[in-house]
């Protein structure tokens, strides 16, 4: 039954604003080979510093060439849209994520609000 509840709430997620949003905003976004490329780089990077970050270690030069990058694609309308819409969806899966472990009562320490 829980995992019926699961494909059934997946189903209306991709059914939702925010999912819709992102699929619009990725297609536009990476129809152009350069934004795609750049896009490409900063997921890359963002996720080594996360790396970074969860073993408590800092990158300065990483995180600066990932904040120049950042701002780099925010004058690009396209991805400017899509990693707003990509936040807005993560938000969203957040949030779902945080309903089901307070339901269950697991710690998730600095994921709540």
């Given at each position: 039954m829980v995992y019926d509840r699961a494909?059934?709430?997946a189903d209306e997620m991709r059914q939702s604003d925010?999912?819709?949003a992102y699929c619009a905003a990725k297609e536009r976004a990476y129809s152009a080979e350069s934004t795609r490329n750049l896009l490409s780089e900063y997921h890359r990077l963002r996720t080594r510093a996360q790396a970074y970050a969860l073993?408590?270690?800092?990158?300065?030069?990483?995180?600066?060439k990932l904040q120049k990058l950042g701002e780099l694609l925010q004058?690009?309308?396209?991805a400017?849209?899509?990693?707003?819409?990509?936040?807005?969806?993560?938000?969203?899966?957040?949030?779902v994520y945080k309903i089901l472990a307070q339901?269950?009562?697991?710690?998730?320490?600095?994921?709540e609000a």
């Open positions: 494909k059934q709430l925010e999912y819709r073993s408590g270690e800092r990158n300065d030069a990483l995180l600066a004058f690009d309308a396209d400017a849209e899509y990693l707003l819409a990509e936040y807005r969806l993560t938000e969203m899966l957040g949030d339901a269950v009562e697991m710690d998730i320490g600095d994921l």
